[in-house]
């Protein structure tokens, strides 16, 4: 297991307009550094206080983007460096968000997260709640908050078939919205097993973790 090696693979075969997100969750910051010498400069974590653990640690030229379900009350540790917070699933964490980033006198960049699998337990928006928000008065309001695109997460599923209907229906809802909203250019989809399929199906933005930095 290389972890240069690793990302030399997957960048060999990634469209120019793709960016790669390496998920670091749970891996130690001497990995990270060992795909930072690799030129990799965009890092994910799922945990705020990881995060700004390893903020600390580490470069400061690192892109830290935060992946996972947002606690509001964590979104404080963050709001001074994050580059952009992919999981936001609530109006209520977006009013969160323009408050602190208000505070260090920031625009911070935010993805709503659509939902798009099948499963119960997957978090996000359904698409309507996502044209409720951002059509709203109130959204209109939150100046130092940048909606910039969708992420979505397919179901946990060998069935191709199912997981390329799922990035479908998100990327013809991104470009639907898209069409008459220029701030939405960003859709983040595809991990290790779909990443493949999700940059078929017009994913921009990909989060990989294991076929990076091996399994957790
Ligand atoms: C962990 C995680 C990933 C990366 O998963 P891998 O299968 O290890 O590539 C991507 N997105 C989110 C939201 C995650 O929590």
Redesign the pocket.
């Known amino acids: 297991m290389n972890i240069a090696e690793n990302l030399q693979k997957i960048k060999l075969n990634l469209p120019e307009n793709v960016s790669l997100v390496a998920?670091s969750?749970t891996k130690p910051v001497s990995d990270i550094l060992d795909a930072y010498n690799a030129g990799q400069r965009i890092f994910g974590e799922?945990k705020i206080q990881e995060m700004v653990e390893k903020h600390h640690q580490l470069p400061k030229d690192i892109q830290w983007h935060m992946?996972?379900h947002l606690q509001s009350n964590k979104v404080k540790y963050m709001a001074h460096f994050v580059d952009l917070i992919h999981?936001v699933d609530s109006f209520k964490t977006l009013k969160e968000i323009n408050k602190q980033a208000k505070k260090h006198n920031r625009i911070i960049n935010c993805l709503l997260q659509v939902k798009i699998a099948t499963e119960e337990t997957k978090f996000g928006l359904i698409q309507k709640e996502v044209e409720e928000i951002i059509t709203s008065e109130e959204y209109n309001q939150l100046k130092n908050i940048n909606v910039i695109g969708f992420m979505g997460?397919a179901s946990f599923t060998s069935d191709i078939n199912q997981i390329t209907k799922e990035f479908k229906s998100l990327k013809t809802f991104f470009d639907h919205i898209k069409s008459n909203n220029s701030n939405i250019k960003v859709l983040s989809m595809g991990?290790?097993?779909d990443y493949t399929t999700a940059i078929n199906e017009g994913s921009n933005m990909i989060?990989?973790?294991?076929?990076i930095f091996g399994t957790r």
């Open positions: 998920v969750k799922n992946i996972g999981g997460m991990m290790s097993g989060r990989v973790g294991s076929a």
